[in-house]
């Protein structure tokens, strides 16, 4: 087997990347990107893209420091699925802890859906430890461009980042 070797960076997403997001989830969900974005531009959040040396993004996820006093919340972590199982998470969340570390804040937290065991076995590598459950949902655009309710029951899972 051939091996490949990719140089990655991770910087903030911004809107020029999002043509080339559409892995990462519906049609909706690229679009309202565009509200994260904004938010990443006031300091509420970071939204962090891992890139090849081309500067297409290969992984997503934002980081909001408003949710919870003293911690950065993970949310929206997304890998291409073409790529997954190769480190890119793993970089992309080291890349949030850091962001998360240098507001001085003392831990990183988020919600794993219970029905995506990868994630959190990847999560519990890097230290995340579950501390409670909570139910989530969101709209998702089907093919016909309706909207339909997801409801998923995660875990809430915490890194002590000291």
């Known amino acids: 087997m051939t091996e490949i070797r990719l140089h990655l960076s991770v910087r903030g997403l911004n809107e020029a990347d999002l043509p080339s997001c559409t892995w990462a989830g519906s049609p909706k969900h690229v679009r309202e990107l565009v509200h994260q974005i904004r938010r990443a531009e006031a300091g509420e959040i970071d939204y962090l893209a891992v890139c090849t040396p081309a500067g297409l993004p290969v992984a997503v996820g934002g980081i909001d420091y408003t949710v919870e006093p003293g911690a950065g919340t993970l949310w929206q972590l997304a890998v291409h699925p073409a790529l997954q199982s190769c480190g890119i998470g793993t970089l ?3 890349s949030a802890e850091q962001r998360i570390a240098a507001r001085s804040l003392a831990r ?3 919600g794993v859906e219970e029905s995506n065991p ?3 076995a990847l999560y519990e590598r890097l ?4 501390f ?8 998702v655009e089907a093919e016909d461009g309706s909207l339909q309710r997801y409801e998923t029951m995660c875990t809430l899972m915490r890194k002590d980042l000291t």
């Open 92 to 94: 992309l969340i080291r």
């Open 108 to 110: 990183a937290e988020l």
């Open 118 to 120: 990868r994630a959190r």
């Open 127 to 130: 230290g995340y430890r579950a």
């Open 132 to 139: 409670g459950r909570e139910l989530d949902s969101w709209d």
